[in-house]
């Protein structure tokens, strides 16, 4: 906070030198004693201005290197273009920019979505016309992509820019990526983990998974692996892959509830195909959970608390990953590019919602938090 009339003043000025590039992004300041004297004012009056204009995201302050102006566009705002490539239903779009929005307006940083569409249609010499421009500082590459590579651009890594790429399917990385760039990931196989140690705590040995939605990604192999590791049955007609024109209501999952043993709990890959799963298994007269219990997979708790019976989701930190990608962005935006670091790898953890879908006592409905 500036107290003092002094300080506001002083604010004010230093503001304005920015605004005007008398100190244009990505300089560093004067030292303090040279630029207190310049402004006429003590060290430790500056000391409260450069705290002020760092906590709005005006200058970044580097432990051993100095004080440097952050890039930003006339309204004094960091502005960061985020490219969705693959985006499969409003729901997850929304619920992850809702979290990148909100941690970037915090840091007084602007986030401008591009739709895959238009993304697509983009040509590379429009793209780079963007940030050569300097109305952008950063990327943010998003793609939900489940079954194959998405086709990386080479434009992507001739931008030499900050940039921050999320891969839903964690064992996707491509190689085509700029050296100064940050790979975020969710955990998948340790998705479906969570969940059969959910079921497993819960009494449940048999399970059947259907590899729809989000477990496209992970091999039915592996699947089976991960049953074994979490001490469950490890039939493979359990492992149930529906076909592309009928997902979910397939043949071999109604053989399987129908058979003389059939799986007390399901694992599904997204929050849809379990809504699909619950109207299956009315018709069939099997309640959920009082002889199914029913798991989504790689979904956000929105919207789940709205089944009847509520449902239970494994799903990966939004808010960890909006956190990670504006760290790393700003850092590196005025990090000078020879000194920023080089290619790294996050994977985001996994959480535990357990709701009623899973538990036999109607009664109970919890929200635990498990950190995988």
């Known amino acids: 906070m500036l107290t003092t009339t002094k300080r506001k003043a002083v604010y004010n000025k230093l503001k304005k030198a920015l605004a005007e590039g008398i100190y244009p992004p990505g300089s560093r300041l004067p030292n303090e004693p040279e630029l207190a004297e310049k402004l006429g004012i003590s060290r430790l009056t500056l000391r409260h201005v450069l705290a002020q204009l760092e906590t709005e995201n005006f200058l970044a302050r580097i432990k051993g290197q100095g004080t440097f102006v952050k890039n930003s566009g006339s309204d004094g705002k960091v502005r960061i273009l985020v490219v969705m490539a693959n985006i499969p239903n409003f729901i997850q779009e929304a619920t992850l920019l809702n979290e990148l929005y909100k941690v970037g307006?915090?840091?007084?940083?602007?986030?401008e979505p591009v739709e895959p569409?238009?993304?697509?249609?983009?040509?590379?010499?429009?793209i780079e016309a963007l940030f050569s421009s300097g109305r952008f500082k950063g990327l943010i590459y998003i793609s939900f992509n489940l079954d194959a590579p998405d086709e990386m651009r080479p434009v992507w890594k001739k931008l030499n820019i900050p940039a921050v790429?999320?891969?839903?399917?964690?064992?996707?990385?491509?190689?085509?990526?700029?050296?100064?760039?940050?790979?975020?990931?969710?955990?998948?196989?340790?998705?479906?983990?969570?969940?059969l140690i959910c079921l497993r705590n819960r009494g449940h040995r048999k399970a059947a998974l259907l590899l729809n939605g989000?477990?496209?990604?992970?091999?039915?192999?592996?699947?089976?692996?991960?049953l074994e590791e979490c001490g469950m049955e490890k039939e493979e007609k359990l492992i149930v892959s529906g076909s592309k024109e009928n997902p979910q209501y397939c043949v071999p999952l109604i053989e399987l509830l129908r058979s003389g043993a059939p799986p007390t709990a399901i694992c599904c890959g997204s929050s849809v195909a379990a809504l699909q799963l619950y109207h299956l298994l009315n018709s069939l007269n099997i309640p959920v959970p009082g002889k199914t219990a029913v798991i989504a997979v790689g979904q956000t708790p929105l919207g789940a608390g709205l089944f009847t019976p509520s449902l239970t989701t494994v799903f990966c930190q939004w808010h960890e990953f909006a956190v990670e990608a504006w760290q790393y962005l700003l850092e590196a935006i005025v990090t000078p590019e020879k000194e920023r670091p080089h290619k790294k790898r996050i994977i985001l953890k996994n959480y535990l919602f357990e709701r009623e879908s899973t538990v036999n006592e109607t009664s109970v409905s919890t929200h635990q938090k498990v950190t995988v």
């Open 105 to 111: 307006e915090a840091q007084n940083a602007l986030l």
């Open 117 to 126: 569409a238009i993304a697509r249609n983009l040509s590379d010499h429009e």
């Open 165 to 195: 790429f999320f891969f839903f399917n964690s064992s996707f990385t491509p190689a085509a990526l700029p050296q100064e760039s940050l790979v975020i990931n969710c955990d998948v196989p340790g998705m479906i983990r969570e969940a």
């Open 214 to 226: 989000n477990l496209n990604t992970v091999a039915p192999e592996k699947v089976s692996k991960l």
